[in-house]
Structures are given as structure tokens and as C-alpha cells.
């Protein structure tokens, strides 16, 4: 999808930066360009792109450097913030207030995914533990009510509607009654087309009346560079507390729903990435330009390499990267992880490495840390440096020297080899975008 091919293409361009031998003006330059083309290739808004591409150009260059930040570290830093803050900064999920019914009144044009998204939020918060009740508001659209309740079957949450009744916000006001005490009501609205004046007063009577906790605008995020002028319109009408950009599974026109961002200053705070009410997730601004800059929470990767810089040793964390990785190192490793809490998480916020860090085997390592040393001690050098020569006799002689078991030093040449392999797994990702002092091919 779009968000990943901007991602790539950002991340393209930020490798440059990486590969420099110098940070100069004509490479921040440069730099500026190849964000300019990734945006506008996403169909970010024009104006903008060039206010980003020209604030950190004036950042990169400008900007006194902090100390002990190099020039490289700075440059991505500020890529990140710029990128952020057009998204919104903060870390913005829904603020629910316990012991209260919190209404949500969604909004959007007809066809965008209120109905989708209601269903999608009420399952999200009755996961929760949060009671959730839907209520249709929609009077226009025939098989609002009843599209609203099969959702809400799969939801596992009651909705309420009256076809019998043609107002709206009577509707809501009895669903609200109904579900007295409920934690959440979602409102399912109706919506036409965006010019309708109609359904713009509706909407703004509806707010006044039934004081919603939060009115979440709902984006179709396939319309490109249309979501700003829509987002305008509705947020002119009522505020909007927030964006919920749907359909951003198959989109090709992604970067439209950043400018709608930047437009009214509302933050996004969910994703809509598939047809069923499971598709999807809280958007978390800082996490998004991590990704699509091809890594995870970078934000906070750039503060652990920082810490980590401080406790481990450059030659270590060499060592770790390089190709070579005896026992010895394995031993180091482990040894430093153990007092390195942020070498390990920063080694989990790398995307794609994840799921495969395996915690229980850094654990056990940890846990056999004793033993392992007195084994290792009872090798010769080159066993250490090269573990393949292992046989059965040397098993035997290493176990009988070091008074442990055969079966014990086998346990440990075994959870080399994983990790040497897990090693492996770094050295092809990479760990990217660390810079130089992190070389990763
Ligand atoms: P409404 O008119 O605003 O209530 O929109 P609906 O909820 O009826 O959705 C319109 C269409 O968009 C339906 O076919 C939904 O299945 C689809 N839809 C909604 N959200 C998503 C999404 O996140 N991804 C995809 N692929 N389709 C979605
Ligand atoms: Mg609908």
C-alpha cells in the first residue's frame, strides 16, 4: 500500500544520509528534494510538502547541534519531528472518562465507513471491558439500522434504531436514554454529500444536543487530497475531536489523510486497514513515521542509542554486528545484555526482529550465565574462537574439566548456534539508519 511505498521511499532517501561520508548543505539539500518527491508522490498536499522540506532544511542547517549528537543523528532527528508534528504529536487515543456514558458521534460523508468504523470502535472498547452500545442515527440511508445490527452482532454489542421514527436526533436522544448505562454509545450518523446543507445543520444540532464526548471524523482514506477539503468542511461545522482515516488497507492515495491532518489540526487516531470490524488499529503518530521510515518507535531508538552508547563498548556492539561471533563473544554478549536493559529493547523496537528476539532465551542465557562461564574458561582459545571443531571428545573433556555434564556443554554450543544465527538475522536487516558508528554491511 501507499503508506509503505512512501515509507520505502523515505527510508531511500535517509540511507543516503547514512552512506555520506560528510553532512553538508548540498546532501541536506538533496535530502529535502528526495522528501519533496516522496510526499508529493503520495499525493501529500503540495504546500505542505514544501513547508516540511523547508523547515528541515532550515533545521538541519540552522539549528545548534546538542551536544554529543552528531550532525547525521540531528538530520534524522529532525526528519522525524517534522514528520511527526504533521501528524500531530501527541500520542492521542481516546480519552475515556470512567463512571459516565462517553458518547462518540461519528461523521463523515456517505460511503466513507461510519457505519464499518462504528461497528470496528464498539468492538475495540468492548475488548476492553468498556460496556459499548451503538445507536443508528442514520433515517436516510434504507438498511441503515439493519447493517448497523449485524455489525453489531459481530461486535458483540447492542444497537439501538427506530425506523419508525423520521427525527434523528429524537433517535439519539432515546438511545442515549436506553443505554443509560453504558461506558461507551457510538453514534452512527447518516451522511450525504458534504455540501448538504441539511445535513450540516443536522449535524451541529446533533453535537449541541447530545454533547458528544468526542465526534470522530470519518475519512475515506482512497480519496487523496479531497480529505482536506472535507475535513474542512465538517470541522467548520463542528469541531472535530478527532480522525478515524478508514479503507487504508487497499489505498493507493494514503498521504491525501496527512494533509487533512495538518488541515485542521485534529490528530488521527485510528486506522481503518480492512473490511471487518477486526481491521483496525490506534494510530500513534511517532510509531507511523517510524514505520514509514522503515523502522519501528524511532523517537525512542534514538534515545536508546544513546543510552546504549554510553554502557557498551563500541568493539562490542562490533562484534555483535560483524560477521565473526565466537563463544567468547557469545559470553560478552550475554553478559552485557544482562546489564544492558536498553541494548535490548532497542534490539526489539527493530521491525521485523521482533517477534524473533527470543526473550526466554535471553532469560535462560541469563540464567546459565554461571555456568557457561566456567565452561567457556575450560575450552582452549580455539575452541572459543571457533566452535565448530567441537567433537563428542572435546564435549567430554570440556564437561569433565569444567565439572558440569556433557549434556550441559551441548546445551550451551547449541544456544550458540542460535544465537549466532539470530546474529545473522541483524547483519541482513541491518540495523538501520544507526549511522556509521553502526555499520551494518
Ligand atoms: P458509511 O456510508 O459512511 O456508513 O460507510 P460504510 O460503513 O457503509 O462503508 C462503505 C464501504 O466501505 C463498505 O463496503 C465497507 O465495507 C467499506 N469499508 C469501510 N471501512 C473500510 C476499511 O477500513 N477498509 C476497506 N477495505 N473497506 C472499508
Ligand atoms: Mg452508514
Excluded at 293 to 301: H, K, P, R, T, V
Aim: one cysteine or more; charged letters at 30%; hydrophobic letters at 40%.
Amino acid at each position: 500500500m501507499v503508506l509503505e511505498r512512501l515509507g520505502s521511499s523515505l527510508y531511500e532517501a535517509l540511507r543516503k544520509v547514512f552512506r555520506a561520508s560528510v553532512i553538508d548543505e548540498a546532501l541536506v539539500k538533496e535530502l529535502g528534494r528526495d522528501i519533496q518527491r516522496s510526499l508529493l508522490q503520495s499525493d501529500v498536499n503540495v504546500k505542505l510538502v514544501l513547508e516540511i522540506s523547508k523547515r528541515i532544511e532550515d533545521r538541519a542547517l540552522n539549528e545548534k547541534l546538542p551536544k554529543g549528537v552528531s550532525r547525521r543523528e540531528h538530520l534524522v532527528k529532525v526528519v522525524y519531528e517534522e514528520l511527526t508534528h504533521i501528524l500531530g504529536e501527541k500520542s492521542a487515543l481516546l480519552k475515556i472518562r470512567t463512571g459516565k456514558s462517553n458518547i462518540l458521534m461519528l461523521v463523515g460523508i456517505q460511503g466513507s465507513g461510519k457505519t464499518t468504523t462504528s461497528a470496528k470502535l464498539a468492538k475495540y472498547f468492548q475488548k476492553r471491558g468498556l460496556n459499548t452500545a451503538l445507536v443508528c442515527t442514520d433515517t436516510y440511508r434504507p438498511g441503515a439500522l439493519a447493517q448497523l445490527e449485524q455489525l453489531g452482532k459481530l461486535a458483540n454489542v447492542p444497537v439501538y434504531g427506530n425506523p419508525k421514527v423520521k427525527n434523528s436526533i429524537q433517535i439519539a436522544l432515546d438511545g442515549l436514554k436506553k443505554f443509560d448505562n453504558y461506558d461507551i454509545i457510538i453514534l452512527d450518523t447518516a451522511g450525504r454529500h458534504k455540501n448538504e446543507k441539511s445535513l450540516i445543520k443536522e449535524m451541529r444540532t446533533m453535537e449541541k444536543r447530545v454533547k458528544p464526548r468526542e465526534v470522530i471524523l470519518v475519512i475515506d482514506g482512497t480519496i487523496g487530497q479531497q480529505a482536506a477539503t472535507q475535513a474542512k468542511a465538517f470541522h467548520e461545522a463542528t469541531p472535530i475531536g478527532s480522525i478515524f482515516v478508514a479503507k487504508l488497507d487497499g489505498s493507493a492515495r494514503g498521504g491525501g489523510a496527512l494533509s487533512a491532518v495538518a488541515t485542521i489540526g485534529a490528530p488521527i487516531k485510528f486506522i481503518g486497514t480492512g473490511e471487518k470490524i477486526g481491521d483496525m488499529e490506534a494510530f500513534v503518530p511517532s510509531r507511523f513515521v517510524g514505520r514509514l521510515l522503515g523502522m519501528g518507535d524511532l523517537q525512542s531508538l534514538i534515545e536508546k542509542v544513546r543510552e546504549a552508547e554510553v554502557e557498551v563498548p563500541e568493539k562490542k556492539l562490533q562484534a555483535f554486528l560483524s560477521g565473526r561471533f565466537t563463544l567468547t563473544d557469545m559470553y560478552e554478549q550475554v553478559k552485557s545484555m544482562r546489564s544492558l536493559g536498553p541494548l535490548r529493547h532497542l534490539l526489539k523496537m527493530v521491525p521485523g526482529l521482533t517477534y524473533k528476539i527470543p526473550d526466554d532465551m535471553m532469560e535462560m542465557a541469563e540464567g546459565h550465565m554461571e555456568k557457561w562461564r566456567i565452561i567457556i574458561e575450560s575450552m582452549t582459545p580455539e575452541e572459543r574462537e571457533n566452535p565448530k571443531i567441537f567433537n563428542s571428545s572435546r564435549v567430554r573433556r570440556v564437561a569433565r574439566g569444567s565439572g558440569t555434564s556433557e549434556k550441559e556443554v551441548k546445551e550451551l554450543l547449541k544456544q550458540y548456534k542460535t544465537m549466532k544465527k539470530m546474529m545473522k538475522t541483524f547483519r541482513r536487516k541491518g540495523l538501520p539508519l544507526l549511522g556509521k558508528k553502526f555499520p551494518t554491511r
